[in-house]
């Protein structure tokens, strides 16, 4: 076992968590799962932010993936509140039975 | 020693995430993703982030997750019914996204292995051998380089918060 | 200056107030303007001849550049000579007549102010034409008086056969047309320009051509138009349909004026004829073929104003055999002649038909010279100056015209001497079932025309009686269009007026004294009496093998294949296919969130993949 990690590691690792979150996206059907599943594929890019911040020795990476943690939690707590209209308006949290658009 | 504790984070967070997605129950998703970001901060101070690692328990971990699982004892989600998954889907499903993530994973090994750097504790120094991804860094650029986009995510969530406010109101 | 474009402005000014106004104005404020204008026109044409002098030289006026591209140009220039002089004396003079006479005749009509707009735009398109001084100019007049012959022998919107013959006209009209215009193309490119100064100045030098050569062509083309607007053999057909217009129309157009427009353009051109001999032989066989032609199926007809149709044609021809046999002048003379009596011949057709209140068939006049004496008298005159007696108009210009066919070749005069009894035994044919005999017709009371229709008649009687003695056209134009010296054989003269007097006897023995022996004769003579009755059937010979073709082959190549299939299906293919994609783009929206979401990883995938490609690819 090396005593240190590849950075490629890392990177699989976001790239890895990255394609769960965005299976969850598609195929669950609760729409705050959907929308849990939005916040993991952000923390998956967030870890490849900071990895590349250590390839290149400079700070900027944490930066970005801090912003990206405000405006997540921004998002957050703007969209938890569109969930809850919509529950309000259609008594259920299924977002196939959300869609009034006759086809 | 950093290669096992790596790997033994790395497995909980992706046991966690493929936790997530399998549930039914939106609050036990919620837990395991709690779960996953716990690891992801661990992750991060391997990566010698430190201030990242705390802001992430603190942020992610302790403001958002439990925004969401209040937003799930509120709405009383309950689990999922079950549905007829398509056939296709039943058999293809799974092996195809392993499939996938794997080949997605070998094709980043073999780029990225030869060009990227191994990450020790405590490796993250500048070349002057100052530590970077401590607060004093951290803030030090924020409060300098990066202070317009700082302040402008302050009105940002200004605004987040006056929207979540106007669309969760009572109806009048 | 002059000031020669009030000549057809004056005109063109009487066309644009009573066509915008006229609706609203009263019929006596209509009849004022139009007449006033052509009148004015008249006194300026008197002014300006008499303030020109004897005219040696042709007298120019430019007034602005027209065309100018590279090295060709084209000035819009009026220009007077004599033959220029003759032509407007004639237009105006006569113009103004018949102008005063339609006061009269179209008092009932509707559609009044329109009527005298179309004649007053007609005047100035008539004197554009014959003031242009280059050739460019000339087709602008010659194009114009095709279209007011159009609307005015359409005049009669609600009447079929009048969009009829008014669409023959023009359609014809521009077969002679595009002749001309060939004919045009040809000067531009060898000669360089259209003025006829320069042309005839650059044409002069050139050798008489003995056989086909560039003049010879230019020639031939241009009296091809010549034919389409005058009336010849081929292009006749349209003139005897023309009649289902007023019979002001039918004296001012297709008698008097626009119809001599061709013979003008060949007098005009005559350096190029002299120097194509093959091309004036053409004209002058194709002149006394039309003269010969259209006599005989003059003697046949019934419609008073469809002989006197006939007569035009025929003598038409005698202006172009003129032409071609080289004595232009003798053309010009006839011309002025032929203008005098015809339009007192029409307008007296017009005077009868107003007396009968609208009947035209001979067959049911007769013995109307004790009813209406003076149309009888002014008509009488132009009976005899048509049939070439002496001392009348017509006796002057025909001999001249056939001394000079028998220079050139005798038998063209005998075929002319027995044209001209053919001529003067249908005119007298028409004379005798008008006014001599019993009445065959319904009407009760034929009542005399008033005084401003028979005014302008009594004017054209006096013309058509000393007109030819005292009018010497050919001395006239002699420094322009040379006469040859043909000699004065005094029993060729006696034999063409012997002619004259033997039709003129032929038809008194077969409609006054005999009348039961034409009825007798077309029954002996059978098949060839339905020939020429039927006109030789030339109409339906065009009809079956040019107009049936070319209207079936538009319906179904032109219509339905292109028109409704390829453009039409273009057109709705285009929306059509908008729909269709419209539709496919359309599932897009379901409403489903899942499948929004779908397509949005979709899409950045695809991003993602073409950012990578584009920053270099995977090794």
């Given at each position: 076992m090396p005593a240190t990690v590849p950075l490629s590691w890392y990177l699989i690792l976001s790239a890895i968590l990255f394609g769960l979150g965005v299976a969850g996206f598609l195929f669950r059907r609760n729409i705050i799962t959907v929308f849990m599943s939005i916040e993991l594929m952000l923390n998956a890019v967030n870890l490849s932010f900071i990895a590349f911040s250590y390839q290149l020795k400079q700070v900027d990476g944490n930066i970005f993936a801090l912003f990206v943690m405000v405006v997540a939690a921004a998002e957050a707590a703007v969209g938890l509140a569109i969930i809850l209209t919509v529950f309000k308006n259609r008594a259920t949290l299924t977002i196939d039975e959300v869609s009034t658009l006759k086809n | 020693m950093d290669a096992i504790l790596f790997l033994l984070f790395a497995a909980i967070a992706v046991a966690c995430g493929i936790n997530l997605v399998v549930q039914t129950h939106p609050i036990s998703s919620a837990i395991s993703l709690i779960g996953v970001m716990g690891a992801l901060a661990v992750l991060y101070l391997l990566l010698g982030a430190e201030f990242m690692a705390a802001a992430q328990m603190i942020v992610y971990a302790g403001a958002i997750m439990v925004l969401f699982v209040f937003v799930i004892m509120l709405l009383n989600a309950g689990a999922e019914k079950k549905r007829n998954t398509a056939t296709f889907a039943k058999i293809f499903g799974v092996p195809a996204l392993v499939g996938f993530l794997g080949l997605v994973s070998f094709l980043i090994q073999k780029e990225m292995l030869p060009r990227t750097d191994h990450v020790k504790f405590g490796g993250f120094v500048d070349k002057d051998g100052k530590a970077l991804g401590t607060a004093e860094a951290v803030g030090n650029a924020l409060f300098t380089q990066y202070l317009l986009p700082f302040e402008v995510t302050s009105i940002l969530i200004l605004i987040a918060i006056l929207g979540a406010v106007v669309l969760a109101r009572k109806e009048i | 200056m002059q000031h020669l474009w009030l000549i057809p402005a004056l005109p063109l000014a009487g066309f644009l107030i009573n066509g915008l106004l006229g609706k609203r104005l009263p019929n006596l404020v209509v009849s004022i303007i139009a007449c006033a204008s052509v009148l004015a026109s008249f006194g300026w044409v008197l002014k300006t001849l008499a303030a020109l002098g004897p005219l040696e030289a042709a007298y120019v006026e430019s007034y602005f550049p027209w065309i100018q591209s590279g090295t060709f140009q084209v000035g819009f220039d009026l220009s007077v000579d004599r033959l220029t002089a003759v032509m407007l004396l004639v237009v105006t003079g006569i113009g103004s007549l018949i102008h005063i006479y339609a006061v009269g005749y179209m008092a009932h009509e509707g559609g009044y102010y329109r009527f005298f707009a179309y004649l007053n735009l007609f005047m100035f398109f008539m004197l554009i034409l014959v003031l242009g001084a280059n050739f460019l100019l000339m087709f602008v007049g010659w194009e114009g008086v095709g279209l007011c012959s159009y609307l005015l022998i359409g005049f009669y919107i609600l009447k079929k056969s009048a969009g009829d013959a008014a669409k023959k006209a023009f359609i014809v009209n521009r077969i002679g047309d595009f002749g001309f215009t060939l004919a045009m193309f040809l000067i531009v490119v060898n000669f360089?320009?259209?003025?006829f100064q320069r042309v005839f100045d650059a044409v002069r030098p050139m050798p008489i051509e003995q056989s086909a050569g560039l003049l010879t062509a230019v020639a031939l083309l241009l009296f091809v138009g010549a034919a389409g607007k005058s009336a010849q053999v081929p292009l006749y057909v349209w003139l005897p349909d023309a009649m289902e217009g007023p019979t002001p129309v039918s004296a001012l157009i297709h008698a008097a004026t626009m119809v001599t427009a061709g013979v003008y353009m060949v007098a005009r051109a005559a350096v190029i004829y002299q120097r194509a001999p093959v091309a004036m032989d053409v004209v002058a066989l194709i002149g006394l073929l039309t003269a010969v032609m259209a006599a005989t199926i003059g003697i046949t007809q019934n419609d008073i104003k469809r002989v006197f149709a006939y007569s035009t044609v025929s003598q038409l021809g005698y202006m172009f055999l003129a032409c071609g046999v080289g004595a232009f002048s003798a053309g010009i003379y006839h011309v002025v002649t032929h203008a005098f009596f015809k339009a007192l011949l029409f307008l007296g057709a017009g005077s009868v038909i107003h007396a009968l209140e609208g009947e035209q068939d001979l067959t049911r006049m007769g013995g109307l010279w004790k009813k209406i004496p003076i149309t009888f008298g002014v008509l009488a005159c132009a009976w005899v100056a048509i049939a070439g007696i002496p001392p009348f108009a017509g006796f002057y210009s025909k001999d001249e015209i056939l001394l000079a066919a028998h220079h050139h070749a005798p038998w063209m005069y005998w075929v002319g001497v027995i044209t001209a009894a053919i001529t003067s035994f249908y005119v007298s044919r028409a004379m005798f079932l008008c006014f001599f005999g019993s009445y065959r017709g319904h009407h009760d009371h034929p009542h005399e025309s008033p005084f401003v229709m028979w005014g302008p008649l009594a004017v054209l009687a006096l013309l058509s009686l000393i007109g030819g003695w005292y009018f010497k056209v050919p001395h006239y134009l002699e420094t322009l269009l040379p006469m040859q010296n043909v000699g004065h054989d005094t029993t060729l003269v006696m034999i063409s007026v012997g002619a004259g007097f033997a039709g003129l006897g032929l038809a008194a023995l077969m409609y006054v004294v005999k009348p039961e022996l034409p009825g007798r004769l077309a029954g002996a003579l059978g098949g060839l009496y339905r020939l020429v009755y039927n006109k030789y059937l030339v109409d339906e010979l065009y009809n079956a093998v040019l107009v049936r073709p070319l209207v079936g082959g538009s319906r179904s190549l032109l219509w339905r294949v292109m028109d409704a299939g390829l453009v039409d299906g273009a057109v709705n293919g285009v929306g059509t296919a908008a729909r269709s994609v419209g539709g496919v783009l359309r599932l897009l929206q379901s409403g489903n969130i899942r499948s929004y979401a779908a397509w949005v990883t979709l899409g950045c995938v695809a991003v993602l993949v073409a950012l990578g490609l584009a920053a270099g690819g995977v090794r």
């Open positions: - | - | 360089g320009t259209l003025d």
